[in-house]
């Protein structure tokens, strides 16, 4: 079992595992998630040779439920300051959902710690609000849906749909965790925290995001009208060169659905990545001598 580690920070403590070897690939899960969304993924990234780090974001998992701001930004600055502790070089970074347009935001701010993007399902433009939150908005922020002691149940088979076509075998006890954990004192509080409206901008820094970008939606995602749209547009939006990859019949969560198609596709990219940086850094030598 992975031991978790602590990034330290003035506002409060960041939960992280780290396995494996090689350029560091940091993944982030969606909103009231926990790290171990990457449960499928991980084993086949550090099968490719990356050192995998998972970390909860602000009031999700193991990180501490309390935090004076959850916005995208202030989670981005904890995801580069995790990248900064590591001190591995610029590193990959993966989001799922809200994760994806923190992802993108970190990249846009600190480019030179940022070899590459991927964003699973993301939510990284201004107009890309899911249908569900923007049902729960017009409602209103502390609705008893969400707020009251059944909130943690509710928030588990609404997650529970999100897999519209194969659940993972192991979905129904990994869904009992996350109910656990957001019965944990605090835990409801910031889902709500998080689901405000956005105060800043993402539509400004996209086009600041320069790192190669990889996007991926599941045909079937019901927390976007139409996801082919949703993704090319971002894409058009993107500094940087972008690929996009669709996943058919998948919904929110492709990379756990359809782990081994969605797994092959990433890890096909990191890897182009990498051998890229390593081609360059070995020309640089060669030159420099």
């Not at 070089?89 to 993108?104: E, F, K, Q």
């Not at 409206?197 to 086009?207: D, G, I, K, Q, T």
């Amino acid at each position: 079992m992975v031991e978790t580690r602590y990034l330290t920070l003035p506002e409060g403590r960041v939960a992280y595992d780290d396995q494996g070897a090689g350029p560091v690939v940091i993944c982030m899960p969606g909103i009231g998630d926990i790290r171990a969304e990457y449960r499928l993924l991980t084993p086949q990234l550090l099968a490719a040779g990356f050192r995998v780090v998972t970390m909860d974001p602000r009031g999700q998992g193991e990180t501490s439920a309390r935090w004076p701001d959850y916005s995208v930004a202030a989670i981005a600055g904890d995801a580069l300051a995790l990248a900064r502790e590591l001190r591995a070089g610029p590193v990959y970074l993966i989001g799922n959902s809200r994760a994806g347009g923190v992802a993108a935001w970190a990249a846009a701010e600190a480019p030179e710690l940022v070899a590459g993007v991927v964003m699973i399902a993301p939510f990284a433009r201004d107009s890309a609000t899911p249908r569900w939150q923007a049902r729960l908005l017009h409602l209103g922020m502390y609705t008893p849906l969400f707020s009251g002691p059944w909130g943690p149940v509710v928030w588990r088979r609404y997650m529970a749909t999100l897999y519209p076509t194969g659940k993972p075998d192991d979905l129904a006890p990994y869904l009992a965790r996350v109910e656990a954990t957001m019965r944990e004192p605090g835990r409801m509080r910031a889902l709500l925290a998080i689901f405000a409206p956005a105060e800043v901008s993402y539509n400004e820094r996209l086009s600041r995001v320069t790192a190669p970008s990889l996007i991926i939606f599941g045909t079937n995602d019901r927390d976007f009208a139409e996801p082919e749209t949703e993704a090319r547009a971002l894409a058009s939006a993107l500094g940087g060169p972008t690929r996009v990859e669709l996943i058919a019949g998948a919904g929110h969560y492709p990379h756990a659905e359809m782990a081994e198609r969605t797994g092959a596709l990433i890890t096909a990219f990191l890897k182009e990545l990498r051998d890229q940086r390593r081609a360059a850094s070995a020309t640089e030598v060669a030159y420099g001598a």
